[in-house]
């Protein structure tokens, strides 16, 4: 089964921690990855920039949104998708990721939205 880790921070915090506390903090997430990939876990992952948009539709037209969102108290920063057997795998998997020390991870099993 596929489980997304959706890392979910507060906003801003990227800015406060700083760059050399950032790129600490980057680099115990990409050995947590290399970690996930070494043990044949990881199909995929990536950060996300704090910058989006958001599209919603209103009688067919579409309006988009561009952010950053300052209504926002928080934001995903990144995702890993793995590949487990279990939820309580994810869950472990997810106590293992550094971002679980400032943020909180989000364990998502995919799958179609209807059964």
Known sequence: MSYLL???EP???RHERGLEAGRAAYDRMVRYAESLQSRGL???MNS???DGARLTSNGGKP???DGPFTEAKELVGGYFL???ATRAEALALAAECPAS???TVEVR???PCYE
Request: hydrophobic share 60%.
């Open 82 to 84: 793995v590949d487990v």
């Open 48 to 50: 996300l920039k704090a």
């Open 11 to 13: 906003t801003g915090q």
């Open 63 to 65: 309006a988009v949104v």
């Open 101 to 103: 020390e400032w943020a």
């Open 42 to 44: 990881l199909i995929g």
């Open 109 to 111: 099993e995919t799958g």
């Open 6 to 8: 959706l890392i979910i």
